[in-house]
């Protein structure tokens, strides 16, 4: 537990050095991050191979090297010419290497496929399996750059952060505290009933955390990067309420991203998708709950007409 708590506060304290710090000398939070997709996508790859498929890496690594330069110029558009070259690029390489340089695919008796044209081409769920990995979490991530290059980039970050990882923190220490009922047992045997209600109450705090540096305090202005400042300027009580829906929606979706990424993991026979955070896992370990609250970040500032 003490290596869990001493790796979260490194990495909230690199989180929070690049928002406030490296922004003031060209660099920004998003640019930092966006190298970690190749991770992300990396370990998703690992865990498709674990459990049996093979997503096809070339459009993996083609989508991960076009996906910073299509999203810093065309933002949202960015995000969607980004799966849109992953997802075309996968579809040539499984017709191409299914049907060029290789023996007839077909038996004597029903035309079918042959064992070595099967072992040597891609399958359908191989092709399947690439196109939810540039989904997830590679498009997925790419959001953060549209919501941080957005006129409240610095609020945005700090939502998508303040959040999920207060949802965490909250069911983590509230299920050891009261957790008797599980959850889920079936995806997540640690996971109870008290923890995600705690989950969801940390996710109203993350959010009103914010609320007050943002809103009501205007403490963050000191910042060069704060950008706007309110989420609807000019009514508090109004914005108060969208923060604390956020809140909930976001602690709701930031448990549901966490157990998918479980589920996923479970599936994969697998504890962990890395290693690299000591007692956290990987990348895709400490990314599934932000990766969730990603988009509804997103959709919040487009509707309001941030983005």
Not at 71 to 88: I, K, Q, S
Not at 233 to 239: D, K, T, V
């Amino acid at each position: 537990m003490l290596k869990r708590i001493v790796t979260a506060i490194a990495i909230l304290a690199v989180l929070f050095g690049c928002v406030f710090g490296l922004r003031s000398i060209y660099f920004q939070l998003a640019d930092i991050l966006t190298v970690l997709v190749f991770l992300g996508v990396f370990e998703m790859y690992q865990a498709f191979k674990r459990a049996g498929y093979r997503p096809i890496p070339s459009a993996l690594i083609l989508g991960c090297v076009v996906a910073f330069p299509l999203t810093y110029f065309f933002m949202a558009d960015g995000v969607m010419l980004t799966l849109a070259v992953t997802v075309v690029a996968a579809l040539i390489v499984f017709t191409l290497k299914h049907n060029l340089g290789e023996a007839k695919p077909q038996t004597e008796e029903e035309g079918g496929e042959t064992a070595d044209s099967v072992k040597k081409g891609y399958s359908l769920n191989d092709m399947f399996a690439t196109v939810f990995i540039g989904i997830y979490p590679l498009s997925l991530f790419m959001l953060f750059l549209p919501v941080n290059h957005s006129e409240a980039g610095l609020l945005g970050i700090m939502l998508v952060i303040a959040v999920p990882v207060m949802t965490d923190t909250m069911a983590y220490f509230t299920g050891m505290a009261l957790g008797k009922r599980k959850l889920c047992p079936q995806i997540s045997p640690k996971k109870t009933v008290a923890g995600a209600v705690g989950g969801v109450i940390g996710g109203i705090i993350g959010a009103l955390i914010v609320f007050f540096l943002f809103d009501f305090s205007s403490a963050m202005s000191v910042f060069p990067n704060a950008g706007s400042m309110e989420l609807i300027p000019g009514n508090l009580y109004g914005s108060l309420g969208l923060y604390i829906a956020l809140g909930i929606v976001g602690g709701v979706l930031s448990e549901l991203g966490d157990l998918a990424a479980s589920w996923i993991k479970r599936k994969a026979g697998i504890k962990d998708f890395g290693k690299i955070f000591p007692g956290h896992g990987g990348i895709m370990d400490r990314l599934d709950s932000i990766l969730f609250m990603l988009p509804l970040v997103y959709l919040v500032f487009a509707v309001s007409g941030i983005c």
